[in-house]
């Protein structure tokens, strides 16, 4: 088959498609003829050589796919060949074939097409299991979302509201919050030009939020726990802003509360299946309802998959961009 190939750490040119062998199939998985995978951010660092795949899992980049199901492992019994699927991967998306513990496979939405299903499954779970396992956010609570125009932004915005919660947004431009407002964000914030804790204040009444959605870390940490409420919860997913930093404690305290932080691709198969479980129960109804709906920015050939990480790290884009093998 042909993958994309990480073939020496380094910037977007190092991503070369090449003939590899097909990926051996365990008892416990399926095989998954690739009709699209997306880009994660993710993906840009395992490039540079700072985020090696998991013991295991496929030396090749692509945390999620949409496909067709071409052969069973003999301990699967509920996919069978030819149905039409996404699935949470541990990396090996960029490929013609990949294979899947059964677990991480989750049935195309209804209303969704094949290749946009591929926009679902890495931004679901990791949504789903942090400020909803986790976080325990609720009906009537608020929530922050930074970078809500990025591809989790964009999903943790529709999911948020569809739940019945007041969403914040930050994001760098007015042609993106622009777009978070139309797919249901209530308050949009020009981390350019404003000062976001002040904006929350302001919005909140000088209450703060609920629940943070962080993909900052570092350079937003104070900044953060100014703006959560009391009993606040701030979920760091992600280190944009680099990871360390000092902070006044103080409002643990005063304000008793929460910080979290997780990464999807690290966890075991059984507990990726647990949330892969959960997020059908829970988001695939809001899906097929048309509540949440892909937010694709661009379709390349999987053969340009290094144009695609230049327009991801370029940060123009807004949502996810695919690539089709
Ligand atoms: N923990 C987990 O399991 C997990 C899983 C998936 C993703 N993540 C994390 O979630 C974040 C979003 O991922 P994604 O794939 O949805 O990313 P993405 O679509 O590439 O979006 C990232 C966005 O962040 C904003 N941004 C702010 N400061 C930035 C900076 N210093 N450098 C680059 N971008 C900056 C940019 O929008 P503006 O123009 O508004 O600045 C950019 O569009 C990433 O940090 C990723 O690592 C974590």
Redesign the pocket.
Known sequence: MKAIVITTPGGPEVLQLQDVDDPELKDDEVLIKVEATA????DTIQRQGSYPPPKGASPYPGLECSGTIEAVGKKVSRWKIGDQVCALLSGGGYAEKVAVPAGQVLPVPPGVSLKDAASFP??AC?VWSTIFMMSHLSEGETLLVH?G?????TFAIQIAKYRGSKVFV????EE?LAFCKDIGADVGINYKTEDFVARVKEETGGQGVNVILD??GASYYQRNLESLSVDGRLFI?????GTSTEADLRAFLAKRLTVQG????NRSPENKAVIVNEVENNVWPAIAAGKVKPVVYKYFPLSEAAEAHRL?ES?K?IGKILLLP
């Open positions: 880009l994660n951010r993710a890495e931004v990791t970078g125009s990025s591809g989790i932004g930050t994001a760098g431009s993106k993909c900052m997913i992600g280190f944009l802003g997780a990464g999807l691709r991801m940060s884009h």
